[in-house]
């Protein structure tokens, strides 16, 4: 019986290593750039997140929803489920709370159930390893993701295709004395909104209309920021989005 118990403590732990490995090597890509909280929560442009005394309620809330008028972006779009989880129980482990294991995230949403090749393409869809270089970054798919670019309606028949598919909505913006590509949201008489998409990720601008000249077509292209994928990679995706996309 001891010896049954010690076995089930030690995996228990292991588990909580691994979860807080994983917490921890997801956060690094995601949120400890320089211009953002910095490694373990300390150093970086971004308000410093260890040993803060947050709750793990308070931390679950901001990381899924962000903060409004802020640069910190809500990520409960943006990363698999999972992920957040780790992530979630990363920062509460650099406040000193103890893994529960009880769900971060209440209400969301199971995972479909996929074939493997398809669950596949989910993974390098969502794959925050990637960084900002993943699909997840533009499109948003069964309601994770970011939706900047249209609804996806049409699965590419394969990747070259994919590479190659033009971007009529993408505009060429100017202002400041800079010209880059951009979606534009809205131009109104006291306001335009775009998303520069000069680099990912796109950014939100909110610009005068007297300081903004937009002309049709642009140098950017969809084959530019598939960079992070190989053409079989590419290939798993659109099988995830065969399964899940309606056509």
Same mark, same amino acid.
């Given at each position: 019986?001891?010896?049954?118990?010690?076995?089930?403590?030690?995996?228990?732990?292991?588990?909580?290593?691994?979860?807080?490995?994983?917490?921890?090597?997801?956060?690094?890509?995601?949120?400890?750039?320089?211009?953002?909280?910095?490694?373990?929560?300390?150093?970086?442009?971004?308000?410093?997140?260890?040993?803060?005394?947050?709750?793990?309620?308070?931390?679950?809330?901001?990381?899924?929803?962000?903060?409004?008028?802020?640069?910190?972006?809500?990520?409960?779009?943006?990363?698999?489920?999972?992920?957040?989880?780790?992530?979630?129980?990363?920062?509460?482990?650099?406040?000193?709370?103890?893994?529960?294991?009880?769900?971060?995230?209440?209400?969301?949403?199971?995972?479909?159930?996929?074939?493997? /090749?398809?669950?596949?393409?989910?993974?390098?869809?969502?794959?925050?390893?990637? $960084?900002?270089?993943?699909?997840?970054?533009?499109?948003?798919?069964?309601?994770?993701?970011?939706?900047?670019?249209?609804?996806?309606?049409?699965?590419?028949?394969?990747?070259?295709?994919?590479?190659?598919?033009?971007?009529?909505?993408?505009?060429?913006? $100017?202002? $400041?004395? /800079?010209?880059?590509?951009?979606?534009?949201?809205?131009?109104?008489?006291?306001?335009?909104?775009?998303?520069?998409?000069?680099?990912?990720?796109?950014?939100?601008?909110?610009?005068?209309?007297?300081?903004?000249?937009?002309?049709?077509?642009?140098?950017?292209?969809?084959?530019?920021?598939?960079?992070?994928?190989? /053409?079989?990679?590419?290939?798993?995706?659109?099988?995830?989005?065969?399964?899940?996309?309606?056509?």
């Amino acid at each position: 019986m001891r010896a049954a118990f010690l076995l089930f403590a030690a995996a228990a732990i292991a588990g909580a290593q691994n979860a807080s490995t994983r917490g921890a090597d997801l956060f690094n890509q995601t949120c400890a750039s320089g211009y953002c909280h910095g490694a373990r929560g300390v150093g970086g442009g971004a308000p410093r997140l260890a040993a803060r005394g947050f709750t793990d309620e308070y931390i679950a809330q901001t990381v899924r929803r962000g903060v409004p008028s802020t640069a910190m972006p809500a990520f409960a779009g943006q990363l698999p489920p999972a992920d957040l989880a780790a992530i979630i129980g990363y920062v509460a482990s650099l406040n000193g709370i103890a893994p529960s294991g009880r769900n971060p995230m209440p209400g969301a949403a199971p995972e479909r159930s996929l074939a493997p /090749d398809a669950a596949q393409g989910r993974q390098l869809f969502f794959d925050s390893v990637r $960084g900002f270089g993943r699909c997840a970054t533009c499109h948003e798919v069964e309601g994770q993701g970011m939706p900047i670019a249209s609804p996806i309606s049409r699965v590419p028949a394969n990747p070259a295709e994919l590479r190659q598919l033009t971007t009529p909505h993408v505009q060429t913006v $100017g202002s $400041g004395g /800079d010209t880059y590509p951009a979606l534009v949201l809205s131009k109104g008489s006291k306001q335009v909104k775009l998303y520069d998409l000069t680099s990912p990720p796109p950014v939100l601008r909110t610009l005068a209309p007297g300081a903004v000249t937009v002309k049709e077509g642009s140098n950017w292209s969809h084959a530019n920021v598939l960079t992070a994928y190989n /053409d079989s990679e590419l290939g798993s995706i659109l099988v995830f989005l065969r399964a899940v996309v309606r056509q």
